[in-house]
């Protein structure tokens, strides 16, 4: 396989999207408890779906800030982690309004996979370079 070349911001969002993944998937075990499988699972899905978009977001976010003075980048900053409350809270929300359909334990427990994944980041950042073989390029 031949090596990738990206930058550090780059790798360290494919390092969460992977971390968080595989946490989701540890998270499906819950089906083993969980009263109605189906909603669970969708909630699961639903979490893991906002928090890679909140992710994604704050990623495009932070490349953006830099770009702008110490005080706009303040602004910025605060505007952009508000929308992202907001989507968490929206996923919420939706879920307590379809608990037929999908699970809020699940939505959460998708959500929090950001956390753990930003915890655990160094160490799928190890198996993502023997994995994909990527390389980080060099600012010149």
Same mark, same amino acid.
């Given at each position: 396989?031949?090596?990738?070349?990206?930058?550090?911001?780059?790798?360290?969002?494919?390092?969460?999207?992977?971390?968080?993944?595989?946490?989701?998937?540890? $998270?499906? *075990?819950?089906?083993?408890?969980?009263?109605?499988?189906?909603?669970?699972?969708? #909630? !699961? &899905? =639903? /979490?893991? +779906?906002?928090?890679?978009?909140?992710?994604?977001?704050?990623?495009?976010?932070?490349?953006?800030?830099?770009?702008?003075?110490?005080?706009?980048?303040?602004?910025?900053?605060?505007?952009?982690?508000?929308?992202?409350?907001?989507?968490?809270? $929206?996923? *919420?929300?939706?879920?307590?309004?379809?608990?037929?359909?999908?699970?809020?334990? #699940? !939505? &959460? =427990? /998708?959500? +929090?996979?950001?956390?753990?994944?930003?915890?655990?980041?160094?160490?799928?950042?190890?198996?993502?370079?023997?994995?994909?073989?990527?390389?980080?390029?060099?600012?010149?």
């Amino acid at each position: 396989m031949q090596s990738v070349l990206c930058d550090k911001g780059k790798r360290t969002l494919i390092d969460l999207l992977l971390g968080m993944a595989a946490l989701c998937l540890i $998270a499906l *075990l819950g089906n083993l408890i969980a009263p109605n499988k189906v909603a669970y699972t969708l #909630g !699961v &899905f =639903l /979490g893991l +779906l906002t928090a890679s978009l909140m992710c994604i977001h704050m990623y495009k976010s932070l490349n953006r800030i830099l770009l702008f003075d110490k005080k706009r980048a303040k602004a910025k900053a605060r505007l952009a982690a508000f929308f992202r409350m907001l989507m968490m809270v $929206a996923a *919420l929300i939706t879920a307590a309004m379809l608990p037929e359909y999908l699970s809020v334990v #699940g !939505v &959460f =427990l /998708g959500i +929090l996979s950001l956390k753990l994944a930003a915890e655990l980041q160094p160490l799928t950042d190890k198996v993502v370079i023997k994995i994909f073989k990527i390389q980080i390029k060099e600012d010149d």
